[in-house]
DNA sequence: CCCGTGCCCTGGCGGC
DNA sequence: TGCCGCCAGGGCACGG
């Protein structure tokens, strides 16, 4: 389940691993995956070289010499940069970019996918159009105003990215319990100090995430050296029957919008 | 337009 | 020990 912090994780790692390197060759071997033609896809990414690596909220983007491809993590996906090695069963996108040297998209559930788009209107079209600001951009007033004519639970609302981008059901756990709001809140039914605040705190759970190298819980394991420690700074999410760290008040799991969701009974109002 | 539900997929785990 | 069924969930298609 990489978010913002995880991706930026892999961004920064990446960047520094395969810009410059350029792409010689590439095997589908899951083509659901891929979400354009498979022939088209490989002929735009022969001989490309990597640009850059940027990242959009929880995707990541290679600007190549002509393309931009764009990749969604999805729940397990992750990249590895190995040797001639045999193919894991998981390695479902290969990428050779040098001698012997090859970068594999590795992805456990396969929900992962990827997008080619030219560089003039990649940002312009989907998947990045309908993308919602990320925290620290986003300005709470615009915010406020989009939220107070909805009528979902604030934890549906924060994870649906074309309102905010970036939080998953991890962050949006600690951003809600941080801003003392319960996940169930209805959305039309915040005041517009609590919008504020609830964009405050996501930027300052994000940023301090990606300081650590964001989180590595449950199936999302290192890739690319990716160890997070931000696992450790959780208040509420997997907490369930420990104490509440600000009251001591046992925390609770339920779900909301389907999905599960920790909160404190007693601080989050 | 708006919102809730089901689906994609596989490994891990609880129950028997 | 082995098998079965369920659960995890980001984002989209679909239906009420």
Partial sequence: MPELPEVETVRRILQKEIVGKTIQSVDVLYEPIVQSDISQFKMSLNEEKIVNIERYGKYLVFILSHWALIIHLRMEGKFYLKKDEPRDKHEHIIFRIGDGITLRYHDV???GTMHIRSLEEY???YPLNV????PKDADPITIYHHLHK???????????????SGLGNIYVDETLFLSKIKPT???DQL????????????QQILSKAVALGGSTIRSYTASLGVHGRFQNELNVHTKAGEPCPVCGTIIIKTKVGGRGTYACPTCQK
Avoid at 150 to 164: E, N, R, S, W, Y
Avoid at 191 to 202: F, N, R
């Fill in 109 to 111: 559930r396969k929900f």
């Fill in 123 to 125: 940002k312009e079209t």
């Fill in 131 to 134: 993308l919602g600001p990320e």
């Fill in 150 to 164: 909805k009528k979902i639970a604030v934890k549906t609302a924060l994870l649906d990215q074309h309102i905010l």
């Fill in 185 to 187: 809140r209805r959305t």
């Fill in 191 to 202: 005041t517009k100090k609590e919008v504020i605040h609830l964009i405050d705190s996501a």
